[in-house]
T-cell receptor
């Protein structure tokens, strides 16, 4: 069965600094991997996804993530944080060819300081 | 519709009462998912439908929880004899994913509704 671990329930960065949100997954078959974002008082929305092919994927708002099979990781990065990036970020996994149950991590809340 | 619609947006009920939460998915989306999100937690999988049938209900916590999708579109999550621990935001999501005998094709990108916040007093 698949699972997701997000390291750090809260991350705080200064505006303009690098954002790094960590995600490790467990899956018995090739996974699909996702990052979703939840802005205050809004619903969850897709930030980016990895299916197959290129391991570095780019998403909206300058975010990107790299799938590293050897490390079972899918960390989310952004070179320069903006105040508007403050939100909760969820890593998720579903299994290729399986039942498509998507499992979410506990989330990481990103704070951006001026 | 243009997005996933959930009603009611807020529901306050008393312990022991029956509750129904409704989800209207994006038109044409064949897969529909229910999740529960407690404060400070990620979405917890409850059940997912492919068409009218429940393809995976392994996340339903107990037999007080039940969900239906009779015509393959709108779904209703039903909670009987509510308990205070049922208080949470219930999220519905839909996706356009095709299935074949070999499995599924395409990543199941979920489009979420705004959620129904349930408070059991």
């Amino acid at each position: 069965a698949q699972s997701v671990t997000q390291l750090g329930s809260h991350v705080s960065v200064s505006e303009g600094a690098l954002v790094l949100l960590r995600c490790n997954y467990s899956s018995s078959v090739p996974p699909y991997l996702f990052w979703y974002v939840q802005y205050p008082n809004q619903g969850l929305q897709l930030l980016l996804k990895y299916t197959t092919g290129a391991t570095l994927v780019k998403g909206i708002n300058g975010f990107e993530a790299e799938f590293k099979k050897s490390e079972t990781s899918f960390h989310l990065t952004k070179p320069s944080a903006h105040m508007s990036d403050a939100a909760e970020y969820f890593c998720a996994v579903s299994e290729l060819g399986g039942g498509f149950k998507t499992i979410f991590g506990a989330g990481t809340r990103l704070f951006v300081k001026a | 519709g243009a997005g996933v619609s959930q009603t009611p947006s807020n529901k306050v009920t008393e312990k022991g009462k029956y509750v129904e939460l409704r989800c209207d998915p994006i038109s044409g989306h064949t897969a529909l998912y229910w999740y529960r999100q407690s404060l400070g937690q990620g979405p917890e999988f409850l059940i997912y439908f492919q068409g009218t049938g429940a393809a995976d209900d392994s996340g339903l916590p107990n037999d007080r929880f039940f969900a239906v999708r009779p015509e393959g579109s709108v779904s209703t999550l039903k909670i009987q004899r509510t308990e205070r621990g049922d208080s949470a935001v219930y999220l519905c999501a839909s996706s356009l994913v095709t299935f074949s005998g070999a499995g599924s094709s395409g990543a199941n990108v979920l489009t979420f509704g705004a959620g129904s916040r349930l408070t059991v007093l």
